[in-house]
């Protein structure tokens, strides 16, 4: 168990403003595996993470959170980069207790109440796969919204857990020019008017030049992000299973 108190957390966090992306990754290979593993959404934009991550670190796992409501793109796109780069890929799934509920009612869920469906398909699908491990490496960036853009390359989750975020400084335009350089794929959709991809039903295409990459994710609504990079990700759910879930018919009850 690798030991960081908080001011060595922020002392080294400073020093890492100065470093490249590689030796931030590097670094966290070093202190934290095997209790480390990177998250992905698979979009054109995570190229550059996960090329770095199959040089660096290639049985690192790569957690793919699968809320069942991505576009086909997307799942075609994480097959084809996990063979492509031989990553490590797990997929992570919504909790079985939540199945009759999501079966029932998770297609009215995003337009309804998508804080409960980002945390119930997103956030504690990943909030139990981190429970057993030390550190994250996730691919956020300081330009693409203004939560991302307070925070800091080393942070501590509530819980210990320590999150690495090597790419905060690099921008849109060095996120094209590494993957120009090493002649990495875009995301199916990018040339259809999608910067940044998430989940079907709260994605949309955005104008061409649009200086906000993320201007098509939940339009209409006040939600910015889904809760991997807020406080969300500290919170557990209150509501009862009991009182949301619709429960299977049962044979001997029937
Ligand atoms: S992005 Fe939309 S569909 Fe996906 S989990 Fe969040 S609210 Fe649900």
Known sequence: M??????????????????????????????????????????????????????????????????????????????????????????????????????????????EDPNLCCYLRKVQPLQKAMSELQAWISGIRRDQTAVRARAQILERHANGLIKVNPLLNWTRDDIEAYRKRYNLPAHPLLRKGYPSVGCAPCTRPVAPGTEDERAGRWVGQEKRECGLHTEMFDKTLTLSLETLATPEADEENC
């Open 2 to 111: 690798t030991t960081l108190d908080d001011a060595a957390l922020r002392r080294l966090s400073q020093e890492f403003e100065e470093a490249e992306p590689q030796e931030i990754i590097a670094w966290a290979a070093e202190t934290f595996c095997p209790a480390l593993a990177v998250t992905s959404s698979f979009q054109t934009q995570s190229l550059p993470l996960l090329h770095m991550i199959a040089a660096i670190r290639p049985r690192l796992r790569v957690f793919f959170i699968d809320t069942g409501m991505h576009f086909w793109e997307t799942l075609l796109f994480r097959e084809h980069l996990e063979a492509e780069l031989g990553l490590n890929v797990v997929d992570l799934y919504p909790d079985d207790r939540w199945r009759p509920f999501l079966r029932n009612f998770g297609r009215r869920l995003p337009l």
